[in-house]
């Protein structure tokens, strides 16, 4: 993975980033975009991690919060610490 800063903020970030727009818990009405749900997703930022992305993004009108709440679970439990 081919990593840059980010400006001048002192951050190393992968140059692809993850976005977790897809992502959702149970709002049938969202069902047209976001389409990932529970393990898909959580394998899906499993893999993403291997392969060495550290940018992911993710938004509060990304499937009402969904998306923010699927990825910080997926993300948490793979922590050091």
């Given at each position: ?15 692809l980033c993850f976005g977790a727009m897809t992502f959702r ?57």
């Amino acid at each position: 993975m081919q990593y840059s800063m980010l400006g001048n903020t002192g951050l190393l970030v992968s140059r692809l980033c993850f976005g977790a727009m897809t992502f959702r818990q149970e709002n049938a009405a969202l069902a047209a975009v976001a389409k990932v749900r529970g393990k898909e997703a959580d394998a899906m930022v499993g893999r993403a991690l291997n392969a060495g992305i550290n940018f992911f993004d993710t938004a509060d009108v990304y499937s009402m919060g969904e998306s923010g709440v699927m990825l910080g679970a997926a993300l948490k439990s793979r922590r050091n610490g």
